[in-house]
């Protein structure tokens, strides 16, 4: 068996147990773009300081390319065996090129190496995110304009309250995943620092350049503090911090899908396509993949657990703890773009069902406060008004009927404030459209709503 590039001080070979213990190829090997691009850098800054020979730089850059090409095409296979990412690089660099391969990890440590490119990998899966969720907001905003005049019941507490118009409804959850894309852009500036040139810890007395190197990667800004630069995974915390707040936005919306499909409901159709079977029941349609949603929210709480325990009481600098960083924000990135990639798909293809909605608004009793209004605008106190109205839905309960159908004589019964212009004012037409606050569910609000949503997806 190989011996490993470090073994140099030791007397023994490792157990095989402790090489499996240790070995993180299984799970860094998706980072080899990173660290190819990372290598690129580090080695081109390294000829143009006569660190080492420019030919030298020039033949590292060369071959890294073609290393990279290979992985690409299918003609160079990471190797299982390797103890990770990293080390199998360059140590097919040094297959390749020989003893001029051996000079790439010059004034390098690994603890910066796997920082860098931790950070590299991590901005490519922010921006795949982004789009994403972007793709999401513009499935929400096409639906929306499809129904700004579908009225429907607001809930609180789950029961029916006041009415609303679906495009309002779920331009809530727009408002909700364009926080997520706020939240996105920032991990993604604190993740924009570059940290190779930290070494192990304390640097290097090599004179680098850092800045030519952020510079050439597309880095904004560079690691103050060389401690600093190689132990920190708050970007990494944070990132799986807003893909959690992300998941748990998915899951809410998941769970309105899940009550809408229905029988209960009957609000909304899924696409047979995002749709699942029974077993044994042969009526079922289940909403397989919004629950997964659901369920998959769990698991990436569960990794932001497992990011913020590890870290919890390392000292500095570097430990071999901040190895379990990658599987965590990988299955929490892996999980999240899978999970809206599908709902967006799943949400385009449903079927609104808009007499449903509009049938269930009507026997809510979601127009009572507009009936109190209605006397407060003729000078009752408003608590006088309220009872008053409750009394009407008591009196509506017991007959079976609704506010819109009880007769005029059973209004004066109540109050001599009403007349004819009740019927109007209850209307759930009326009920929305007099919503008209910034941000209600009016007609022309949800209209403002949309062109706010759609100038943010533009920009």
Known sequence: MKGKMWDARFSKAVDSRVNDFNSSISFDWRMYRSDIKGSIAHATMLGECGIIEKEESEKIVE???????????????????????HMFIEAVLTERIGETGKRLHTARSRNDQVALDIRMHLKDEITAVKSLVGSLLGAICEKAKENIDTVMPGYTHLQRAQPVTFAHYILAYAQMFMRDMDRLEDVYRRTDVMPLGSGALASTTY??????????????????????GVSDRDFVIELCSALSILMMHMSRFAEEIILWCSSEFKFIELDDAYSTGSSIMPQKKNPDVAELVRGKTGRVYG????????????????????QEDKEAI???????????????????????????????????????TDCADYLVKRGMAFRDAYKISGRLVAHCIAEDTTLEELSMDVYKSYSSLFDE???????????????????????????????????????
């Open 63 to 85: 071959a890294l390319g073609e290393i990279l090409a290979d992985l690409e095409n299918g003609a160079l296979r990471i190797d299982p065996e390797a103890e990770d990412i």
């Open 207 to 228: 004179p680098i350049d850092r800045h030519r190197v952020a510079e050439l990667l597309g880095f904004s800004s560079v690691t103050e503090n060389s401690m600093d």
């Open 330 to 368: 990988f299955d929490a990135l892996d999980n999240t773009k899978i999970a809206v990639e599908v709902f967006t798909a799943m949400f385009e293809t449903m079927i609104v069902r808009k007499d449903s909605m509009r049938r269930a608004a009507s026997r809510g009793f979601i127009n009572a």
């Open 421 to 459: 212009e009740v019927y109007t004012a209850i209307s759930l037409e009326t009920c929305v459209k007099e919503r008209g606050a910034y941000g209600g569910p009016a007609p022309a609000s949800v209209l403002h709503q949309i062109d706010l949503l759609e100038g943010y997806l533009k920009a």
């Open 303 to 322: 990794d932001l657990t497992t990011l913020l325990t590890m870290m919890k009481g390392l000292p500095l600098a570097y430990n071999k703890d901040m």
